[in-house]
């Protein structure tokens, strides 16, 4: 059984799933913040946003393991047992955070996840930019640039992760008070803006994962 063919169609429908999904997050809040609707529709239409939202969290978990072994697997990063049990080790541990998060958001437990994941994004971003950084400049430990690129490519997308949820805190609170007391102009302006903010986030994280995409497929040598 091919094992790198098996793990390479795994991290294509990872990318799938993440991009499809986010695209439906995206869409469900565009309606979500149009007045038009009702409360309860709008609300209704948020909610099925962050359930959705689930996904793509959980992708962009997984797509790393993976990836780290394809790239093992296939030669373009040296192999090494003990680093590939921290990375799949690590990113379970990840996962399982994440996961907790998402299912007791509203219990003491899920607050703290959702702390533990930040820190956790933090240590990534500050790892991998360093590895593919030097990769970049020195070729070590990673020789082919595409593949130093999109690591680097890949912490800047937990960047943006972490920017559009700082972002996306203030939209919650503007929907718990449209929930509590109904429409207003100024609540509304504030939804709209705060909406607004977050799709700057959404919009660069969707060109960085398709730049992303286009070096893992192509693979140029430059």
């Known amino acids: 059984m091919d094992w790198s063919g098996i793990l ?11 991009l499809g999904t986010d695209v439906g997050v995206f869409v469900l809040g565009k309606f979500a913040q149009n ?3 009702s409360v309860d529709q709008r609300l209704l239409l948020l909610k099925v946003a962050l359930i959705l939202d689930m996904f793509p969290r959980v992708c962009v978990v997984l797509i790393l393991p993976t990836g780290y072994q394809i790239a093992v697997n296939l030669g373009f990063i040296p192999s090494d047992h003990y680093v590939t049990a921290m990375v799949w080790g690590f ?5 399982g955070v994440v996961l907790t998060g998402l299912a007791r958001h509203d219990h003491r437990i899920g ?7 930040k820190l956790i ?7 991998l930019f360093w590895v593919g950084g030097a990769s970049l400049i020195n070729g070590v430990p990673v020789a082919a640039p595409w593949l130093a690129a999109k690591i680097v490519m890949y912490s800047l ?5 972490l920017s559009l949820e700082k972002v996306f805190l203030p939209v919650v609170s503007s929907f718990e008070k449209l929930a509590r007391g109904g429409s207003s102009t100024d609540l509304e302006k504030q939804i ?3 909406m607004d903010r977050t799709y700057i986030w959404v919009l660069a994280i969707y060109a960085m994962v398709l730049a992303s995409a286009y070096l893992g497929v192509l693979q140029p040598e430059y």
């Open 8 to 18: 390479i169609f795994v991290h294509i429908l990872l990318l799938v799933f993440w």
């Open 35 to 37: 007045p038009a609707y």
């Open 91 to 95: 990113s379970l541990v990840w996962l």
């Open 111 to 117: 607050v703290m996840a959702k702390k533990v994941e």
């Open 121 to 127: 994004l933090i240590l990534l971003v500050l790892i």
């Open 157 to 161: 997308i937990l960047v943006f992760m």
């Open 192 to 194: 709209r803006n705060g």
